[in-house]
C-alpha cells in the first residue's frame, strides 16, 4: 500500500520557516507532503485548479497556511470535497486577521482550523484523519500519545521533587 499523501499549500513563501515542523511531522509518520505556494489573491485561478484536482491527483487532506487576510484555506475548501485543515499564520494584527478568515467560514465550506503557526496540529490532525484508512497511523498516534504521557509524567515528579526541597 502507497503511503497517504497530503497537500500543504501556503499562500506566500514567507510562511515557509513556520511550516517546517508541519513537513517534519508528516513525514514522521510516513505521509507524503507536496509541497506548494498558491495564493488565493495573486493566483485564485490557481488555487482553484489546485483544489478541483487534488483527489484526482491523489491526495486525501489538504492544509492550507495563509497570513494576513488568509482566505486561502476557503477558497480552496469552496472547489473541494476533500478535508481542508486551515493553519493561520502570524503576521499582522497578532494573526487575528488570519484566524477569524480563517475559522470564520459559511456554511457547506467547512475549513478545519489549528491554533496561530502551529503547523505540528495541522499535521497530526491530518494524521487522525487519514488513521480512519491507514491503521498504522492509529498505532502511531497512540503511540506519540503514550509518549507524551510519559514525559509529562516525569516532569510532574521532577516538580514535585523539586517543591520538596523547598
Known amino acids: 500500500m502507497e503511503n497517504p499523501k497530503v497537500a500543504l499549500i501556503m499562500g506566500s513563501d514567507s510562511d515557509f520557516e513556520?511550516?517546517?515542523g508541519c513537513?517534519?511531522?508528516?513525514?514522521?509518520?510516513?505521509?507524503?507532503?507536496?509541497?506548494?505556494?498558491?495564493s488565493a489573491h495573486r493566483t485564485p485561478e490557481e488555487a482553484a485548479?489546485?483544489?478541483?484536482?487534488?483527489?484526482?491527483?491523489?491526495?486525501?487532506?489538504?492544509?492550507?497556511?495563509?497570513?494576513m487576510a488568509a482566505h486561502l484555506g476557503g477558497v480552496v475548501?469552496?472547489?473541494?470535497t476533500l478535508p481542508v485543515i486551515?493553519?493561520?499564520?502570524?503576521?499582522?494584527?497578532e494573526g487575528m486577521d488570519a484566524l477569524l478568515a480563517t475559522v470564520q467560514m459559511p456554511p457547506g465550506i467547512p475549513v478545519a482550523t489549528v491554533g496561530l503557526d502551529n503547523g505540528t496540529n495541522a499535521a497530526i490532525l491530518a494524521a487522525q484523519m487519514l488513521s480512519l484508512k491507514y491503521a498504522y497511523l492509529a498505532d502511531m498516534l497512540e503511540e506519540s500519545k503514550e509518549t507524551m504521557r510519559?514525559?509529562?509524567?516525569?516532569?510532574?515528579e521532577k516538580v514535585k521533587a523539586a517543591a520538596a526541597e523547598l
Open 150 to 156: 510519559l514525559g509529562v509524567a516525569a516532569k510532574n
Open 18 to 20: 513556520k511550516l517546517k
Open 23 to 38: 513537513i517534519k511531522k508528516l513525514r514522521e509518520f510516513k505521509i507524503d507532503v507536496d509541497v506548494n505556494v498558491i
Open 86 to 93: 486551515g493553519i493561520p499564520i502570524k503576521s499582522t494584527f
Open 49 to 67: 485548479d489546485f483544489a478541483k484536482n487534488a483527489r484526482k491527483n491523489g491526495f486525501e487532506v489538504i492544509i492550507a497556511a495563509a497570513g
Open 77 to 80: 475548501a469552496a472547489h473541494t
